[in-house]
Nanobody, 122 residues
Framework: QVPLVESGGGLVQAGGSLRLSCVVS????????MGWFRQAPGKEREFVAA????????LYADSVKGRFTISRDNAKNTVYLQMNSLKPEDTAVYYC???????????????WGQGTQVTVSS
């Protein structure tokens, strides 16, 4: 097992920003691609962003492109999701995930965190 712990969620007004962090407890963090997914109440989990092992390649959902930025620091075993210009429809539980490939498909990921709540008020 590879523990993942998210933090940084909270309540923010529309137009505001939050930065999520996900710390991965493994000596082989740089071997993993990382992804962020979210799940709103009553909806299926959806892809948000993904990054490859080196940070040199990223992928975003159309709904967040230009507003969210995924990055990673392999020295700190941490992946980040900078969220700007937040909208009420961004309200969800956000999960980070680790897997062998940068992918928008949640089935490609082997390890998941417990999630952090993001609530955007209008």
């Amino acid at each position: 097992q590879v523990p993942l712990v998210e933090s940084g969620g909270g309540l923010v007004q529309a137009g505001g920003s939050l930065r999520l962090s996900c710390v991965v407890s493994t000596r082989t963090f740089s071997n993993f691609a990382m992804g962020w997914f979210r799940q709103a109440p009553g909806k299926e989990r959806e892809f948000v962003a993904a990054i490859n092992w080196s940070g040199g390649s990223t992928l975003y959902a159309d709904s967040v492109k230009g507003r969210f930025t995924i990055s990673r620091d392999n020295a700190k075993n941490t992946v980040y999701l900078q969220m700007n210009s937040l909208k009420p429809e961004d309200t969800a539980v956000y999960y980070c995930a680790a897997g062998p490939y940068r992918s928008a498909n949640d089935e490609e990921y082997d390890y998941w965190g417990q999630g952090t709540q993001v609530t955007v008020s209008s």
